[in-house]
């Protein structure tokens, strides 16, 4: 396709520095001439290279204001922001969910990132950014889809459309003072939840050596009723606060083939507190999973779990639930509210994007401002 966006090429950095750049010659800005968003201003903040060894670590930070130039109404966005393509650190995207963005519309995405570029000579912009996907309200998506963003965004988007019915159903049910209840219970969750830092290795250990001997454990399944695709059984090898190669074997109870899983993962320490610690994704692009068949989700990896700046965090037990599937027709499927609030699920799952926009927008605009906003959709 051709590009249809700003281009600002330049000559690319022979030598590091500690200098800022000129954002002219460093950022390329590449959007197809069928994008159905255009690009009407680029504001960019210091862009300023250091060397590394043989690398450079670009902090960027910039603005982009771009249109909605097509003719339906926008969910979500994201952009691929790429430095160098095969390089570890080099590519990273901004998404952008829980928009409402009318045809003919304008909005904004931040860019804040730091990305790791070869020290090389060569031509061209220092940093290229280009559109991976865009998801209108009837989910009709557009974009290479590099990153597996549709997935990403439709997930999102179907979050967004169950947590405003949740609360459009309090608005409706118990009225205003219903909902800043609800609004406040929502806040006062964010607040407690608690947290854990995950440090994730590929194909390996996270640490140099264990800190106790290993062992295996097998995860206990929270059963969600509305959920296509069963837990059957799992396991990791465990030791101290790592977790190695979860094995997940699950099985498909509906109708349609399946090509992803995810599977959300609890970890118990031996105080009894409960954490959420991730999730263990099937590989890319290697689950088919025909109706009544079971497979495994396997993921080489290592985890290493710590909370309060670094302190471990020694699993006891592990939980784990089926937390998104993707059928083979790009169909997605997320938990309802009744099953996350039934499983007791509500008081450790991070909120949706859009639950939290929502209860930003009480927080800064108050309950009329929220009450409208429930009333667009």
């Given at each position: 396709m051709a590009a249809a966006g700003l281009i600002l090429a330049g000559a690319m950095l022979v030598c590091a520095q500690d200098a800022p750049l000129d954002q002219h010659s460093s950022i390329g800005i590449d959007l197809p001439s069928d994008s159905p968003v255009a690009l009407l201003k680029t504001d960019v903040g210091e862009i300023r290279p250091t060397q590394r060894g043989g690398a450079l670590i670009v902090d960027l930070h910039m603005a982009l204001t771009l249109r909605n130039s097509s003719a339906h109404h926008i969910r979500g966005v994201t952009l691929l922001v790429l430095a160098q393509e095969v390089t570890p650190g080099g590519k990273a995207s901004v998404a952008v969910p829980s928009l409402d963005v009318a045809p003919g519309q304008a909005f904004s995405v931040r860019v804040d990132l730091r990305l790791l570029k070869p020290l090389q000579t060569g031509s061209g912009p220092l940093v290229k950014v280009s559109l991976d996907g865009v998801l209108f309200e009837n989910f009709d998506f557009y974009g290479p889809n590099r990153l597996n963003s549709r997935r990403s965004m439709t997930a999102?988007?179907?979050?967004?459309?169950?947590?405003?019915?949740?609360?459009?159903?309090?608005?409706?049910?118990?009225?205003?003072?219903?909902?800043?209840?609800?609004?406040?219970?929502?806040?006062?969750?964010?607040?407690?939840?608690?947290?854990?830092?995950?440090?994730?290795?590929?194909?390996?250990?996270?640490?140099?050596?264990?800190?106790?001997?290993?062992?295996?454990?097998?995860?206990?399944?929270?059963?969600?009723?509305?959920?296509?695709?069963?837990?059957?059984?799992?396991?990791?090898?465990?030791?101290?606060?790592?977790?190695?190669?979860?094995?997940?074997?699950?099985?498909?109870?509906?109708?349609?083939?399946?090509?992803?899983?995810?599977?959300?993962?609890?970890?118990?320490?031996?105080?009894?507190?409960?954490?959420?610690?991730?999730?263990?994704?099937?590989?890319?692009?290697?689950?088919?999973?025909?109706?009544?068949?079971?497979?495994?989700?396997?993921?080489?990896?290592?985890?290493?779990?710590?909370?309060?700046?670094?302190?471990?965090?020694?699993?006891?037990?592990?939980?784990?639930?089926?937390?998104?599937?993707?059928?083979?027709?790009?169909?997605?499927?997320?938990?309802?509210?009744?099953?996350?609030?039934?499983?007791?699920?509500?008081?450790?799952?991070?909120?949706?994007?859009?639950?939290?926009?929502?209860?930003?927008?009480?927080?800064?605009?108050?309950?009329?401002?929220?009450?409208?906003?429930?009333?667009?959709?």
């Open positions: 999102w988007e179907m979050e967004a459309e169950r947590d405003r019915r949740h609360f459009k159903t309090v608005l409706a049910a118990a009225g205003p003072e219903g909902l800043r209840h609800a609004i406040l219970e929502s806040l006062a969750r964010q607040a407690e939840r608690p947290r854990i830092d995950v440090r994730v290795s590929r194909g390996g250990r996270a640490v140099a050596a264990a800190t106790a001997p290993d062992r295996m454990v097998r995860f206990a399944f929270l059963r969600l009723p509305d959920s296509p695709v069963e837990p059957m059984e799992g396991w990791a090898e465990i030791s101290g606060n790592e977790a190695r190669e979860p094995r997940i074997e699950v099985r498909n109870r509906s109708p349609r083939p399946v090509r992803y899983v995810e599977i959300g993962w609890l970890v118990r320490d031996r105080q009894g507190r409960e954490f959420l610690a991730g999730s263990v994704p099937a590989a890319e692009n290697d689950m088919f999973l025909p109706p009544g068949e079971t497979g495994r989700v396997l993921q080489d990896t290592a985890l290493r779990f710590s909370r309060n700046a670094g302190e471990p965090v020694a699993i006891e037990s592990m939980t784990g639930f089926v937390s998104q599937v993707e059928f083979a027709d790009g169909k997605v499927w997320v938990p309802n509210r009744t099953s996350i609030e039934n499983a007791r699920l509500l008081g450790v799952l991070a909120p949706s994007p859009e639950e939290q926009r929502l209860t930003d927008m009480y927080r800064t605009r108050g309950i009329n401002a929220l009450i409208e906003e429930l009333r667009k959709f």
